[in-house]
């Protein structure tokens, strides 16, 4: 004889809270499993490629954070403390050519994707409550050319005072813009920031941490991406 139950709710509970909830069937479109297989054949073939198993080091002294897509680096000197940080979202330029791509045979490998990240270089002094704040990028047509031993392959495209310590910067200091700046004030910045290790030798070697990391938190990406589409 099936008897009728009769359920008591909890204390404090409300009447439905305590019912058996009966799940509907799951959701599961034959494309999300096409997808998933996709993800998982996606994601050998990039660790397949991925050049660093683990963030390659920069020389000269500089520690590492790490905080998402976001990289510090912290060198301090004598009496100085110099902090560099880039953000690794929207750091790989678009690919020139649009052409070279569509005559590309499939057998061929794809180019070597690089993340050249605009980054923040800021030297702190014990002795003053200023902060000079120098933001530098890389200009799109300088990568890869390569025997141009002159020239740098970072710029310094702002430069202000921003209050130690202090998270907001703030808009009413003055910035100043090195579009149209005299080219032995901008020399001078540059060895400045040289001095202080941020040379070329050390912009090469961010580019290769900043590529290393985008590339890890792509699969990374794709390793959520494969989960949330498997989830039910």
């Known amino acids: 004889g099936g008897q009728h139950v009769v359920v008591e ?15 509907p069937p799951a959701f599961s479109p034959p494309g999300d499993k096409a997808f998933a297989q996709f993800l998982t054949d996606e994601i050998k073939e990039e660790k397949k490629i991925q050049k660093h198993k683990s963030l390659p080091k920069v020389s000269g002294g500089w520690e590492l954070e790490v905080h998402g897509t976001e990289a510090k680096l912290v060198r301090k000197v004598a009496g100085e403390r110099i902090t560099v940080t880039f953000n690794i979202n929207n750091s790989i330029p678009p690919s020139v050519d649009e052409e070279a791509q569509e005559e590309q045979k499939p057998d061929e490998q794809e180019p070597d994707l690089t993340s050249t990240p605009n980054f923040v270089v800021e030297v702190i002094k014990d002795d003053t409550k200023q902060t000079l704040v120098l933001d530098c990028h890389f200009p799109e047509d300088e990568i890869g050319h390569e025997g141009e031993e002159e020239s740098d392959i970072f710029t310094i495209r702002e430069v202000s005072f921003q209050p130690t310590g202090e998270s907001d910067w703030k808009d009413t200091n003055y910035t100043l813009n090195t579009d149209s700046l005299d080219w032995a ?44 589409v498997k989830c039910q």
């Open 9 to 23: 709710p909890l204390p404090g509970s409300t009447w439905w809270g305590a019912l058996p909830l009966t799940s």
């Open 185 to 228: 004030l901008y020399d001078h910045l540059m060895d400045f920031l040289a001095d202080r290790g941020v040379d070329n030798t050390f912009a090469d070697e961010l580019i290769e941490l900043s590529t290393a990391l985008e590339h890890q938190e792509y699969i990374k990406f794709l390793e959520d991406l494969k989960s949330f």
